[in-house]
């Protein structure tokens, strides 16, 4: 059973940082593809980012580029969601994801996903 625990999450003021971990228990899939959702109080869950766990290849939503960097550790099966210049529409439930295939579509085809950290950014 895939496992995926994030950590990190907590409240900051706007202009801040925060730095996301998820840590997965993937050994036996070899992932193609760690992602970062969110989801805000009455909004869909959106893509944020992901990272190929190969070569590294990164995608970013425009609402995040420039702000948030995106990392692995393939050693420590870690994925990393730097994020800085917060603002408080930034404030979401975020979710590490996971995916065994390819896909053109960044967001598309998430098969594992954690239980969510909590992120909050006061004006």
């Known amino acids: 059973q895939v496992q995926l625990v994030e950590s990190g999450g907590g409240l900051v003021q706007a202009g801040g940082s925060l730095r996301l971990s998820c840590v997965a228990s993937i050994r036996a899939l070899s992932p193609a593809n760690m992602g970062w959702f969110r989801q805000a109080p009455g909004q869909e869950r959106e893509f944020v980012t992901a990272i190929s766990w190969g070569g590294g290849t990164t995608q970013y939503s425009d609402s995040v580029k420039g702000r948030f960097t995106i990392s692995r550790d393939n050693a420590k099966n870690t994925v990393y969601l730097q994020m800085n210049s917060l603002r408080p529409e930034d404030t979401a439930v975020y979710y590490c994801?996971?995916?065994?295939?390819?896909?053109?579509?960044?967001?598309?085809?998430?098969?594992?996903w954690g239980q969510g950290t909590q992120v909050t950014v006061s004006s």
């Open positions: 994801a996971a995916r065994t295939r390819y896909y053109n579509d960044w967001s598309y085809g998430y098969d594992y």
